[in-house]
């Protein structure tokens, strides 16, 4: 079951680990990201930048049990799970699916992802990935 997650952007990693401590198996994580360059100073910079800004998209078979997620609301760096994901599972497996479609070999987003997203009919119409 996948659950999506808002978290503090400077306690990623901690989050991530207490999820893993709590669940005692391995959890899958989902963040896609998009690499650009920007010139400062007549110097080309790489920034990576994450799609969902804030959000996170995790995978577990235990989500299911409303007491485990009970547990890990209180785990240092999460601010919330978003409602609505029990009912959207087959809407957040086809994002994350199209997602690693048009990935390249880094595991960033190639332009083509967002390009043949303004051609689809897909639309989400609650949460934060709305219109």
């Known amino acids: 079951?996948?659950?999506?997650?808002?978290?503090?952007?400077?306690e990623l990693k901690i989050m991530q680990n207490s999820f893993v401590k709590v669940l005692g198996k391995k959890v899958e994580f989902y963040n896609p990201?998009?690499?650009?360059?920007?010139?400062i100073k007549n110097f080309l910079k790489t920034y990576e930048k994450?799609?969902?800004?804030?959000?996170?998209?995790?995978?577990?078979s235990e989500f299911?049990?409303?007491?485990?997620?009970s547990k890990l609301k209180?785990?240092?760096?999460?601010k919330y799970f978003l409602s609505g994901c029990i009912?959207?599972?087959?809407?957040?497996?086809?994002?994350?699916?199209?997602?690693?479609?048009?990935?390249?070999?880094?595991?960033y987003l190639?332009?083509?992802?967002?390009?043949?997203?303004?051609?689809?009919q897909a639309k989400f119409i609650s949460g934060i990935f709305t219109n």
């Open 1 to 10: 079951m996948w659950i999506i997650a808002k978290y503090n952007t400077n």
């Open 33 to 39: 990201k998009i690499k650009y360059q920007k010139y």
């Open 50 to 60: 994450p799609v969902l800004e804030g959000y996170i998209i995790c995978r577990h």
């Open 64 to 69: 299911q049990d409303s007491k485990i997620l």
């Open 74 to 78: 209180n785990i240092r760096g999460l």
């Open 87 to 107: 009912q959207n599972q087959k809407e957040i497996s086809e994002f994350v699916k199209k997602c690693k479609i048009h990935e390249d070999g880094s595991g």
């Open 110 to 120: 190639q332009q083509d992802f967002f390009e043949s997203s303004i051609h689809t």
